[in-house]
């Protein structure tokens, strides 16, 4: 995968030291469970030694006299949904897993605090049922189970050609939300038009929020070389200067200027630029799928990033160094791009830290200060940031509850929904003056953080998708292979990649019957 999720949305810059308890016995047993089924495991992964999870589940889809429909999985969790109940699941948003125990209580903390709780008071003759991915379930026990979730929340930009539409979960829900009268325009233009960029010509779901991504910045580090701290606008010409000035050794002591992960720097570039071709058809065959990365475009995008790659002893690693990923030592890199959940939890909200790490994330706090600001911007007085992370909300046409799930998303998307999303740390896609001014009132943690940045700016607009079909495209080639790895110049790895990498990748997934 291109981007910097791997299939199920694990970050794999932020798998820090110290894996929790709980993810390790949940890892254990799913590579002991691929093993059991025969299932192809990742390069390099040895089979857990556990037995299977998934050798004694019962037989799924099975419709009790009462209405019930058991949903087996390799956890062994019992687990259903009523046909009265409203399904909601939920995925690839790292916060809706939290909560949970080795015990085997399913992760609903976060989705009950800052969605659950506000549904069922709103509606309470709804009878919600929710999971998220993946404990105790995913999509494929999903799937065959056959019970079909009313409502998913997930992400838009690379969700619902990899998972949602093989599975046969999207539809075109243009009518109705304009049947419910949820005004589009009112919410954020780039997450709408991201939306639909992947929606075959429709509109597969609404968007719900973002999750920004913003600069972060250690005062420490500034304090200590007397350096003035980035603002809200600066140029990446002016962070560069900073990273230049920041990436030094002191004693023994090295440290890092600046870190910005290259794969969605350009997935989510902040000229909106779209790397397919339109042709005739919003669903193209394979072999008719065309992709540029050598427009004089793609080409000043690509060069201004790598500019910050080749800093002498800056070499990237992984964005969440800031705090402490692949450095020796915590608190040793001045300023990275990040995502506005991981703020959350490096201020150390309890509602976004695992409870099994909380306390090795108070040692690694100890070192960093934290500043954030506006991402850098192309130019002077550009507000352009990246396209959005957003999650969105989808019905899928196998709903057994549509008008209620619909009910509930016109609600997500209220004033009154989005400012409480917003006082939770999370940025709305309906950005009025009241939810703005809400953002992170319920998270105490924030309130020594100056975050007037998250709402700063405006999220660039994916341009030139109509008659396109997204694949997941390898992008990583381009700069963690073919410069970090391979020593190309920037032209030189767009074009491999554009020539060699992108079409080898398209033929080998149609080879093996997978259409992203």
Do not use: C
């Amino acid at each position: 995968m291109s981007e910097d999720r791997n299939a199920h949305g694990k970050h794999p810059d932020s798998a820090a030291p110290g894996l929790s308890r709980r993810g390790f016995v949940r890892n254990s047993a799913l590579l002991g469970g691929l093993a059991a089924l025969g299932g192809v495991l990742p390069a390099g992964t040895a089979a857990a030694s556990t037995t299977s999870s998934t050798s004694a589940v019962p037989r799924g889809g099975v419709r009790s006299a009462a209405g019930t429909v058991e949903i087996p999985n390799r956890y062994n969790k019992p687990f259903s949904v009523d046909d009265d109940e409203l399904f909601v699941f939920a995925a690839n948003f790292k916060p809706f897993e939290l909560g949970g125990d080795d015990a085997g209580r399913e992760s609903t903390r976060y989705f009950d605090t800052v969605f659950g709780d506000a549904i069922r008071a709103k509606f309470p003759t709804v009878k919600l049922k929710y999971a998220t991915w993946d404990f105790p379930i995913r999509y494929e026990d999903i799937a065959k189970a056959g019970r079909v979730p009313d409502l998913i929340i997930e992400d838009p930009r690379l969700r619902i050609d990899r998972d949602l539409e093989p599975l046969g979960w999207v539809q075109d829900v243009t009518a109705l939300v304009q049947q419910a009268g949820i005004d589009l325009t009112a919410l954020n233009v780039a997450s709408v038009e991201q939306v639909k960029s992947r929606s075959d010509g429709g509109l597969y779901g609404v968007p719900l929020f973002i999750d920004e991504s913003l600069l972060f910045y250690n005062k420490l580090i500034f304090d200590k070389f007397g350096v003035r701290y980035p603002s809200v606008g600066s140029t990446y010409d002016d962070i560069y200067k900073l990273a230049q000035k920041l990436t030094r050794q002191d004693g023994i002591d090295h440290y890092k200027g600046y870190m910005q992960h290259p794969d969605n720097y350009l997935a989510m570039n902040q000229l909106g630029l779209y790397p397919f071709v339109p042709g005739s058809s919003e669903q193209p065959a394979p072999e008719d799928v065309k992709v540029n990365l050598t427009s004089a475009d793609w080409k000043k995008i690509a060069n201004n990033l790598y500019r910050f790659l080749m800093i002498p002893r800056n070499n990237f690693t992984t964005v969440d160094d800031f705090f402490k990923g692949d450095m020796s030592f915590p608190g040793h890199l001045a300023m990275a791009v990040n995502n506005l959940s991981k703020l959350n939890a490096y201020a150390l909200s309890p509602l976004y830290v695992e409870d099994d790490d909380a306390a090795q994330y108070a040692e690694w706090a100890k070192s960093v200060k934290i500043g954030v600001t506006s991402m850098p911007v192309l130019s002077r007085g550009s507000k352009a940031i990246y396209q959005p992370d957003t999650r969105a909300a989808f019905i899928p046409p196998q709903s057994q509850h549509k008008d209620q799930a619909l009910d509930v998303v016109k609600y997500l998307v209220s004033e009154e929904m989005q400012t409480r999303i917003s006082s939770y740390g999370v940025k709305a896609v309906l950005q009025t003056d009241a939810v703005v001014n809400a953002f992170g009132t319920a998270i105490p943690q924030l309130e020594a953080i100056d975050t007037s940045a998250v709402y700063w700016g405006e999220n660039a607009v994916v341009k030139n998708y109509q008659n396109t079909e997204y694949w997941d495209i390898p992008l990583y080639k381009v700069f963690r292979q073919h410069v970090l790895k391979d020593g190309m110049d920037v032209d030189s790895s767009l074009l491999v990649a554009e020539q060699q990498d992108i079409p080898n990748y398209i033929k080998a997934q149609a080879a093996a019957g997978l259409t992203w």
